[in-house]
C-alpha cells in the first residue's frame, strides 16, 4: 500500500543554519505530495506541495521538489529561525478522488538561537 | 485563509461515558472532513471520511459502533467517542476540504485532546 517515510527527530539547529528533512515515499501512480506544519498547541498548516514530478514547492523559505525517481519529497530551508521550531509532517495523497491523506510519522525540529 | 474549529479543545471524561467532538468550518462549506487520531509523538492516522448528507466511510479497524460520526450540514461534523475507555485518550483532529476548490487540499483543525479516567 501507500505510505511515507520520514527522518526521526528531533531535528536540533542553531539559528541560520542549513535544514534538510528527509521524506521517501511508496505509491502507485502519481500522487501529490505535501509538507504540512504543525506549530505548538496549533492544528496542522499545509507548508506546500507537488502534484507532479519534477514540481518544486515553496513557501516561506522552504523548498521540496517532487523526485520521481527517487521517490522522494526532501524539505530543505537554507537558513532556519527560532519561529521555525516545529513539528514538520510529510504526506502523501490518494491517487483516487477520496482526497485521503497518508501521513509520515513527523519531524519536530528545534531551532536554538 | 479557510478556518477549521474544534469544540471542545480539550475534554476528561470517566470511563463508560460518551463524548461528542465538533468540527466546524467557519467561512467555507466542506462536503468532505477526515477526522484523525494522534497518538504522542506519532502521525496522525485516518479515522474516516464524512461526507455531507450520507454514512461516513470508516477505515479499516476502525470501530464504526465507537467512533459515530454525523456530518449533517455542510459546516458542521461530529464525532461521538461511545462508551469511552482509556485506550481512546487521544489528539482528535479534524480536516474540511472546501467544495468550492478543486484539488486536495485541507484545511486542518486545532484539535481536541480527550483523557478518559
Known amino acids: 500500500g501507500n505510505s511515507v517515510t520520514q527522518m526521526e527527530g528531533p531535528v536540533t539547529l542553531s539559528e541560520e543554519a542549513f535544514l534538510t528533512i528527509n521524506c521517501t515515499y511508496t505509491?502507485?501512480?502519481?500522487?501529490?505530495l505535501f509538507w504540512y506544519v504543525q506549530y505548538p498547541g496549533e492544528g496542522l498548516q499545509l507548508l506546500l506541495k507537488?502534484?507532479?514530478?519534477?514540481d518544486k514547492g515553496s513557501n516561506k523559505g522552504f523548498e521540496a521538489t517532487y523526485r520521481k525517481e527517487t521517490t522522494s519529497f526532501h524539505l530543505e530551508k537554507g537558513s532556519v529561525q527560532v519561529s521555525d521550531s516545529a513539528v514538520y509532517f510529510c504526506?502523501?495523497?490518494?491517487?483516487?478522488?477520496?482526497?485521503?491523506?497518508?501521513f509520515g510519522s513527523g519531524t519536530r525540529l528545534l531551532v536554538r538561537p | 485563509g479557510a478556518v477549521v474549529s474544534q469544540h471542545p479543545s480539550w475534554v476528561i471524561c470517566k470511563s463508560g461515558t460518551s463524548v461528542k467532538i465538533e468540527c466546524r468550518s467557519l467561512?467555507?462549506?466542506?462536503?468532505?472532513m477526515f477526522w484523525y487520531r494522534q497518538f504522542p509523538k506519532q502521525s496522525l492516522m485516518l479515522m474516516a471520511t464524512?461526507?455531507?448528507?450520507?454514512?461516513?466511510?470508516?477505515e479499516q479497524g476502525v470501530e464504526k459502533d465507537k467512533f459515530l460520526i454525523n456530518h449533517a450540514s455542510l459546516t458542521l461534523s461530529t464525532l461521538t467517542v461511545t462508551s469511552a475507555h482509556p485506550e481512546d485518550s487521544s489528539f482528535y483532529i479534524c480536516?474540511?476540504?472546501?467544495?468550492?476548490?478543486?484539488?486536495?487540499?485541507?484545511?486542518f483543525g486545532p484539535g481536541t485532546r480527550l483523557t478518559v479516567l
Open positions: 507537488a502534484t507532479k514530478a519534477d
Open positions: 480536516s474540511a476540504k472546501d467544495r468550492e476548490l478543486v484539488g486536495d487540499t485541507q484545511y
Open positions: 467561512d467555507f462549506q466542506a462536503t468532505t
Open positions: 504526506a502523501l495523497s490518494g491517487m483516487d478522488s477520496s482526497y485521503k491523506l497518508i
Open positions: 505509491a502507485t501512480g502519481y500522487p501529490s
Open positions: 464524512s461526507n455531507e448528507g450520507s454514512k461516513a466511510t470508516y
